[in-house]
């Protein structure tokens, strides 16, 4: 995204205050409608350094499947799980929307919904003989504040689980760690 607008400052499309501050606000996006607003006016949609493919869905049927490191969360994501596991590590995604809606069909199988810091879960759905473990994020009848991502899980399990871990923060410091007494 940075090197389209530094092209873009070389060839005159931008000044060099423009690019700036568009840099410093590709840096600073939390979802990826924040990064596309950047360059909409120097590149048609299909030039657009970014693309995004949630026609996919993820599924884990008899086995594992995994999506994690850098990539893209569209904003409605369908996951399937038949007596396996989906792993969707969101601590290097880039989201799509602020509100993410993840439809979960588990039977038999597990949803582990990995989130860093300040991204709320929400899960809803039907289930027979399903359980949630982890902490969603936030209480009951609670709102979001204004400009949080939201992850919204709507399940339908049976027997099935929806796991979400938050990661706990490294306790490294210099390269050694404290220990408690």
């Given at each position: ?5 530094t092209e873009a400052a070389s060839d005159g499309r931008l000044t060099l ?165």
């Amino acid at each position: 995204m940075v090197a389209l607008l530094t092209e873009a400052a070389s060839d005159g499309r931008l000044t060099l205050g423009e690019h700036a501050e568009r840099a410093e606000r590709a840096y600073s996006a939390r979802t990826l409608g924040e990064l596309a607003e950047l360059t909409t006016d120097l590149a048609a949609p299909s030039a657009q350094p970014i693309r995004l493919d949630g026609r996919r869905p993820i599924a884990g049927i008899f086995g594992k499947e995994r999506r994690g490191g850098r990539w893209v969360v569209p904003d409605r994501l369908a996951v399937t799980a038949v007596f396996g596991e989906v792993t969707l590590d969101l601590r290097e995604a880039v989201l799509q929307s602020p509100r993410i809606t993840v439809l979960a069909t588990m039977v038999g199988g597990t949803l582990q919904l990995i989130v860093p810091e300040g991204v709320v879960v929400e899960t809803t759905g039907t289930g027979v003989l399903s359980r949630q473990t982890g902490q969603p994020g936030r209480r009951p009848g609670e709102t979001a504040a204004p400009g949080t991502p939201v992850i919204e899980v709507r399940t339908l399990a049976l027997g099935g689980r929806v796991k979400i871990v938050r990661p706990r923060r490294s306790r490294w410091f210099g390269g050694l760690s404290r220990r408690r007494s």
